[in-house]
């Protein structure tokens, strides 16, 4: 056990250099969620507040999209782990690491244990920037631990997804765009911008039964005190559950391989 925790303490600090040395991805991956924040919360949001009607503002609106926004860090975030994955892969060191004494699943668990830290940096800078332009949780602490915990089981689950998508792919290119339908198309085709009663019949039957959507609305009860379906809370961890374990298992079957598919 002291030698699986001491390779995976390495890997970490090699995942957490690389991610200083090229800070392309995890800049982008820090930067869209904030980008997003302050476009459809200052840009956009009388438009949407007035167009979805209630008699909300600007601010109303900020509140109802901040809990998608977090999501969408944390989806956007998918890309780096799996490009990275694929470099090492494609690259010939983990062939090297083959041949070395180390704890095999310590080079995945690098990956998403980094993943996870950036991922945390960007959920507090989107909170942080959500607050400057409105954005009032009526959340208890025990409601903020509570959202922490089912945003970091969360980005663990999709991290190992994405890095099971990574090693599938054949090159660095190909791995940042299969990623694309976590990190783009399901936050998108949610209740992250507009509640599902406004979306047609078809967009809502999906974005109804997709996870992301009960996970923001568990998001949104647990930070503003929102109504909520029952059962909502148990169905968001359960997704967070599922996903960790089809993303563990199948990114360990694709690694242990030894070669891309």
């Known amino acids: 056990m002291s030698y699986a925790l001491q390779d995976t303490s390495t890997m970490l600090r090699r995942t957490l250099r690389h991610a200083q040395r090229y800070p392309g991805l995890s800049l982008g991956a820090l930067g869209m969620p904030v980008i997003m924040i302050l476009l459809f919360g200052l840009v ?57 004494a180390i704890f095999r699943p310590a080079v995945l668990t690098g990956h998403v244990l980094g993943n996870v830290l950036v991922t945390i940096v960007s959920l507090a800078l989107v909170v942080g920037f959500a607050i400057l332009i409105g954005f009032r949780p009526d959340a208890s602490v025990v409601d903020w631990l509570l959202a922490a915990v089912l945003m970091i089981a969360l980005t663990f689950g999709l991290t190992w997804f994405a890095i099971a998508l990574g090693l599938t792919s054949k090159t660095p290119e190909a791995a940042s ?44 009860h647990l930070l503003l005190g929102t109504p909520m379906a029952s059962g909502n809370g148990w169905l968001a961890a359960g997704w967070c559950v599922a996903i960790a374990i089809v993303g563990y298992f199948w990114a360990q079957k694709n690694y242990n391989k030894g070669t891309v598919a």
Do not use: K
């Not at 209740?191 to 959507?213: C, E, K, S, V």
């Open 44 to 100: 956009f949001g009388d438009t949407f507040a007035h167009g979805l009607g209630g008699g909300g503002g600007r601010r109303e609106y900020i509140n109802f999209l901040t809990p998608g926004i977090l999501l969408m860090s944390i989806a956007s975030g998918t890309m780096s782990p799996a490009v990275a994955v694929c470099m090492d892969m494609t690259e010939g060191i983990v062939a090297r690491f083959r041949t070395m």
């Open 177 to 220: 765009n299969v990623v694309l339908p976590i990190s783009l198309l399901l936050p998108f085709l949610s209740n992250t911008f507009i509640p599902l009663d406004a979306m047609p019949g078809a967009i809502r039957w999906f974005a109804r039964y997709q996870p992301f959507t009960p996970i923001i609305d568990t998001l949104r």
